[in-house]
Structures are given as C-alpha cells and as structure tokens.
C-alpha cells in the first residue's frame, strides 16, 4: 500500500494507476463476456494490448488539467469509459454483439430493453467498478500533495502520441492477420478483437458518417452493378408453381425467437411443440417444410427479418435498416402486391407501434394497415414480457381478419407473435410442460414458452378454420432469429448432446419455414439450404409475379436454379457440403476444418462478400429511388397512409359525418323540389281559373 501511496503522490503516477487498472478491466470484461472468437497467439496478444492504446488517448486528455481538476477530470473519464464497457456487457449479453450509433439511435426501443435488464445484470459485474473505488479514495488522499501547476505540455502530448503509436502498431498487426480488416466490415466482433470496443465505437461513428455522405453523393450511375449482379443470379420460376397463389388471400406467421431444432424436441418424454410437428409431417401434405432454412438477421433481429422477407434486402452490418434507413425508398412486397394484384396488407402486432420504428417504415413499404396495441386489449392479466400475450393475441385478430376477408379484393396478413421472447417468461397457469434443468434459466424456460406458442398456433388454425379464412389461404410460417445466445453454450451442449463448436452454433441458427398453398400438393420435408432473403421472390413467383422486375438478392426457392448457399450478414455462409464459419471453412458431413480450401469455396466467399457489399451500398446510397422496376411503376408515397385506433375512428367519424351531410343535402334538394313542382301547380291552378274567367 506504501507504494501505491508513494506512486500516487504525483499526478502522472495517479494516471498511470488508472490507465494499467483500465487496461487490466478491459482485457478481463473481453476474455470473460464477449465471445470474439480468439483462434490463434497472435489475435491473443492483440486483444491485450488493444486496450492500452485507447486508454492512453482518452485518459490522457485529463493530463491537461491544473491541480484536482485533473483528478476529477481522469475519473469522469474513467467512470464514462466504464459505463459505456458496461453498457456494452449488457446488450452483449441479450444481443450477442456491440451497441452501435444506429442502436443509440433506436430511442423507442429503449424502454422495452430496459425491462430485462435485472434479468441480465449479474452480482459479479460490481467488480468492474472497483478501481473506481480504489481510484476515487485514492483521489481524496493523495489530491493535496499534487503540484496545482499544469504540467509541462510535452508529456500529456508525448501520452497522446504514445496511445496513436500503439494504435498504429496494434493495427498493422491486426492486418496481417486479418487483411482489409477496416475495408470489410461484415462482422463487429472482428473489430471488437483487434482494435478494442472504444476504437469500434469511433470506427462505427465513421462509418455512420460515410453511410450518410454516400447518400448524398450516389446517383443513378450507382443501380446499375446492383442491377446486373441481380439479373444474373435470378432463378427462373418453376412452371408446376408459378401463379398457383394468384389472388389467394396470405396469412404470414411470425415465430418469435424459434429455432428449427425445437421441432420433434423431446423434453422429459414429451414433444415440445405437438401441433407444429404434426403440420411437418401431416400425411395430406398440406404444408412444405424447409428443415435447411436459416435466418439471416443481423443487430435487428426481428426488425431484420420482417426487411429480408419484405424486400429480398439484408439488414445492416450495424444497427437495424428499419430504424436507420426508415425513410429510403423501397419496393416492397405490400407495394408489389397492391399495384400488381389489389392486395391490401395488413401488421398485425400486440406492442407498439413505434417500436423497431415500425410506424414510419412501414409507410415506406407500402403497408396499408397496421393492427398495433391499440386495436388490443392490453389488461394486465393479457399482457407479459414484451408485449400481448400470443393466445390472446391471435383470438383478438380474428375480427380484424374477418373485416379484411369482406373487402373484395385479396389481403395480405402479417402476424407477428411476442410471447416466446427472452426473458421467456410465462404466468402462472400458461405452463403445460415442465421447464428443462440444465440451472440455465434462459434455456430452461426457452421451452416453456415455445409450448405456449404451439398452443396458440394450434387453437388460431382451428379459429382460421372456423371463421372460413384457411381453406383458400396460403399460409406461411417461418422464425425470425434465434432465441439461444451463444452465451448460453454450456446449457445447449446439455440440451444438444453436442459440443457448440463455432461450425454447431451456425448450424443451430435454422428457424422454422413452412409454407400451404391451396390446391398444390406439398412437397413434404424440403432439404434445400434457403434463407430468409429467399422468401419474396418465391411468393411473387407463386403470385404469378416475375421477381426479376425488382432488385432482389434471393431466389425462388422452388426453382430448379436456386443458389443453393445461405449468407449470413457477417460475410459467414452455409451450403449443402462446407461451411465458412469465422474465417475457417468446414466440412459439413464431418465438422473438420478445411485446411485447403477449393478455388470454388474461395470464389463463393469473395461472392458472398460482394453481394453484401452491394446490399449495403443499396441501403446507404437510397439506389432504389434512381430504380423504376416498370413503366407504370408507381413510388410510394408515404403521406397516404396512417395508423393507429384513434386515427381510424376519426376517419370513420369523418366519413360518416360526410356521409350525413350528403345526406342532408340531398334531402335539401328534394325539398326544394317539391317545393318547386308545389309552385308550378299553383301557378297552373291559377292561370286556369283565369282563362275560365
């Protein structure tokens, strides 16, 4: 202790104190709660020093400072610097990556996040602010012996140097082992561990302000390699499919959070999810089931999946297209289906609307009514998590859906479920079947939840069948994310029998995709390795809808030219044989590592890679506002729609209030007749008794 009082007698041993115990902090938060996947010496060594170099910038700039300003300079920016590592933990721990400008952004998120937080808050995170507390009791004895001069220049700048040296050093090693490391961003992890989170999150504030420049400077120039790369991957429709759906009304299903391997999952003797496993293996065939269809969401998850099923676009590296790029301009399938076939389109989503900025993108897609919390009885005994409860939830839509089925043109229904979401809570009484016990709650009550889902699933088909609505609607059903972290590996080992090796993780990230379409025999269990960027220009094929009109990066899963590989947003893909996991190729059949990999393997990285890289200049460019998919092609434009309960009531009152006075004029006008033909009479009547006279 008489040597840290000896070292902290003076200001720079006071900073050098705090810089090694921030340095020593964040290597231990990196190695204990981020999963970057360190795979050799040398991307070890570069995660410990990467702290070292924004710890002496940003701690360095207190070095400033007179006297105990300098003090209490260091700790604001130590306490900040703390904050934002925390912040970071937590996000990590539900989101499995990085906060972002673009998540910052998200603001009406927030609120509903927050509420997990207690669930992910854990009693050992008080030691990452320890060496606040050492520092600040340190601070209040040592303050009094510090010199009230500022200190010489050179050295809070020769520290500043210091950190952009070490910097410069730390990346050009990381260069050599990840070349074009800041040039090919599909992975935040990457950058998290070869630079550090601090200089990804001033790399991220860059790239936030290129995207928005890039907007500003794109042209019409710009669609036309997008185009091309478009037109050559299209896939031809299938003939025994296209235009079998044509003008059938669609009830798409949102599984929140379901991962394929809960199908035929069997926990303590029983089937987790009944009513699904019968639909995928009904002997009638009704349904066509992908058991290789993976999702493809990125920091937006469910906000990701609703873009890739609706546009064929993937979402962002960073952040969530839906909030960030809520006002670009868009072809979407709603937009598609209303101008080509006189669909109205419908969300229905017991949360609200301007979560995941739903209420102004869904503007911009061409939605033309959005069913959000509003329309729902929200009582507390309906209501958990995050939102409606599913049962209650499809119960409640059912009139809405009927008033659709009444209108004369077809309509096309999104419904969008929420109970099966982290934390996977339930009330008591919801729960039919025990939860798992591998001590992991997360993971326990995952299936807990997913039970409740099936039932809801099972009693709304039996409702669609009821009412009328299932015997000539294409029905899809498809999951949106997974809803089991990788921070939870010990857990699925026990649940999977299997070690989560990077190449099992990528292999659990299938979700469910099923889809029925009236008077076309299924096809029973499909195998083929799909996505869900490949969704859309299926259903418009099904549509009798060429999808090669649009700019789509999927294809048609049922055509014979199908590309048979699943890209994933972090530049990762998955096909039939290998898969590239991490920066390493595997072998599917056998799970070892591909130490030479193929010309082909390394042609259709560099294609997986390209393709991303043109979804995004799409994204950050606005290019499909310089794209006009035909001539009569109309724009959408935002101003025509509205939503919520009360906008609709005022309308009705609205119409119906011009409705009366049509009305009343009309009854005007006929008085004013009868008044006319009573005067004609009378002046007949006179001029008769005149001529009698």
């Known amino acids: 202790m008489s040597q840290i009082n000896k070292l902290t007698s003076a200001k720079m041993g006071f900073f050098m104190l705090a810089l090694v115990l921030f340095w020593l902090k964040s290597y231990i938060i990196y190695i204990s709660e981020f999963n970057l996947g360190i795979s050799n010496t040398m991307q070890h060594i570069l995660l410990f020093i990467n702290p070292l170099s924004s710890g002496l910038v940003m701690l360095g700039f207190a070095l400033f400072f007179k006297g105990k300003r300098f003090g209490i300079t260091l700790l604001i920016i130590d306490s900040l610097l703390t904050f934002f590592m925390y912040a970071n933990i937590i996000f990590y721990r539900d989101y499995g990556n990085f906060i972002t400008v673009q998540t910052l952004m998200q603001t009406d998120n927030a609120g509903t996040i927050g509420k997990s937080?207690?669930?992910?808050?854990?009693?050992?995170?008080?030691?990452?602010?320890?060496?606040?507390?050492?520092?600040?009791?340190?601070?209040v004895k040592r303050k009094a012996d510090w010199s009230p001069a500022r200190l010489n220049l050179k050295k809070p700048f020769a520290v500043l140097a210091s950190g952009v040296i070490v910097f410069t050093v730390n990346l050009g090693l990381a260069e050599m082992d990840r070349p074009q490391l800041l040039e090919r961003v599909f992975d935040n992890n990457y950058i998290v561990k070869y630079l550090g989170a601090p200089n990804f999150a001033v790399f991220n504030t860059m790239q936030t302000v290129k995207a928005s420049a890039k907007r500003s400077l794109a042209s019409s120039d710009d669609i036309n390699e997008v185009e091309n790369y478009t037109n050559k991957k299209y896939a031809e429709p299938n003939a025994e499919y296209f235009g079998?759906?044509?003008?059938?009304?669609?009830?798409?299903?949102?599984?929140?959070?379901?991962q394929s391997f809960l199908i035929d999952y069997k926990l303590h003797g029983e089937e987790v999810t009944p009513f699904l496993n019968s639909l995928v293996h009904d002997k009638s065939k009704n349904f066509t089931y992908f058991d290789n269809f993976f999702h493809q969401t990125g920091q937006g998850k469910t906000a990701d999946a609703e873009f890739l099923l609706d546009n064929s676009l993937y979402g962002l590296p960073q952040g969530a297209a839906f909030v960030t790029k809520g006002t670009n301009t868009y072809q979407a399938l709603p937009a598609i289906l209303d101008q080509k076939q006189d669909y109205t389109s419908a969300v229905f989503h017991g949360d609200d609307r301007s979560f995941w900025n739903r209420n102004q993108i869904y503007k911009y897609l061409g939605v033309d009514k959005f069913y959000d919390s509003s329309y729902y009885d929200m009582s507390e005994e309906k209501v958990i998590?995050?939102?409606?409860?599913?049962?209650?939830?499809?119960?409640?839509?059912?009139?809405?859906?009927?008033?659709?089925?009444?209108?004369?043109?077809?309509?096309?229904?999104?419904?969008?479920?929420?109970?099966?979401?982290?934390?996977?809570?339930?009330?008591?009484?919801d729960e039919t079947i025990e939860p798992a016990d591998t001590g992991d709650g997360t993971v326990d009550r995952?299936?807990?939840?997913?039970?409740?889902?099936?039932?809801?699933?099972?009693?709304?088909?039996?409702?669609?069948?009821?009412?009328?609505?299932?015997?000539?609607?294409?029905?899809?059903?498809?999951?949106?994310?997974?809803g089991i972290s990788q921070n939870h590996n010990r857990a699925m080992r026990e649940i999977t029998g299997e070690k989560i090796t990077p190449l099992k993780n990528a292999n659990l990230q299938r979700v469910p995709f099923m889809i029925r379409v009236p008077g076309v025999e299924s096809q029973g269990i499909n195998h083929e390795f799909t996505g869900q960027v490949d969704v859309m220009p299926t259903l418009l094929h099904l549509l009798g809808i060429n999808a090669n009109d649009y700019?789509?990066?999927?294809?048609?899963?049922?055509?014979?030219e199908h590309e048979d590989f699943v890209?994933?947003?972090?530049?990762?893909?998955?096909?039939?044989?290998?898969s590239y996991v991490k920066g390493t190729f595997y072998d599917n059949k056998t799970g070892e590592v591909i130490e030479e990999p193929t010309e082909e393997m390394k042609e259709l990285k560099n294609q997986v890679h390209y393709e991303l890289s043109l979804n995004d200049e799409v994204l950050n460019g606005d290019l499909l506002r310089f794209y006009e998919p035909y001539e009569d092609w109309e724009p959408?434009?935002?101003?025509?729609?509205?939503?919520?309960?009360?906008?609709?009531?005022?309308?009705?009152?609205?119409?119906?209030?011009?409705?009366?006075?049509?009305?009343?004029?009309?009854?005007?006008?006929?008085?004013?007749?009868?008044?006319e033909q009573q005067e004609e009479g009378q002046e007949k009547a006179e001029n008769k008794q005149e001529d009698k006279s």
């Open 567 to 578: 890209p994933f947003r972090d530049g990762d893909f998955m096909t039939k044989e290998y």
């Open 117 to 139: 937080f207690l669930g992910l808050a854990e009693w050992h995170d008080l030691l990452y602010v320890l060496d606040l507390l050492v520092l600040a009791v340190l601070f």
């Open 551 to 560: 700019i789509q990066f999927g294809t048609d899963i049922f055509s014979d």
């Open 636 to 675: 959408v434009d935002p101003s025509d729609y509205q939503y919520g309960k009360n906008f609709e009531e005022n309308e009705d009152k609205q119409e119906d209030a011009n409705a009366d006075k049509e009305k009343l004029e009309n009854e005007d006008g006929n008085q004013e007749k009868v008044e």
């Open 385 to 429: 998590n995050y939102g409606l409860k599913d049962k209650p939830f499809f119960k409640q839509s059912m009139p809405m859906l009927e008033e659709l089925q009444k209108q004369d043109e077809p309509f096309y229904a999104h419904l969008l479920t929420l109970t099966h979401h982290y934390k996977f809570l339930l009330d008591e009484g």
């Open 446 to 482: 995952y299936f807990q939840t997913a039970r409740y889902l099936d039932e809801s699933l099972e009693q709304f088909f039996q409702d669609l069948k009821e009412k009328g609505l299932y015997k000539d609607s294409v029905i899809m059903i498809y999951g949106d994310h997974y």
């Open 244 to 258: 079998k759906a044509e003008g059938k009304n669609i009830i798409k299903i949102h599984l929140e959070s379901f």
